[in-house]
């Protein structure tokens, strides 16, 4: 049986996930069947296939506050 994406990723890991053709850092804020909610650049994004998301290859530290 294959893992769901809230299996493999919780809320506040650092991924990184694919936008036109380029791997974009973001951080996962929640789990919604059947995928994630995911924010990059400002923007929130619903990814559902596990093509499209990746653990981040190096962390970022939390934003401070704005």
Do not use: C, K
């Not at 996930?17 to 994004?45: E, F, K």
């Amino acid at each position: 049986m294959v893992s769901r994406l809230s299996d493999l990723y919780q809320p506040g890991d650092h991924v990184e996930i694919l936008l036109a053709n380029h791997w974009r850092p973001g951080q996962v804020l929640a789990a919604q069947h059947p995928g994630l909610w995911v924010q990059s650049a400002g923007q929130r994004w619903f990814v559902t296939n596990r093509r499209h998301i990746r653990p981040a290859a190096t962390p970022r530290p939390p934003a401070g506050p704005r």
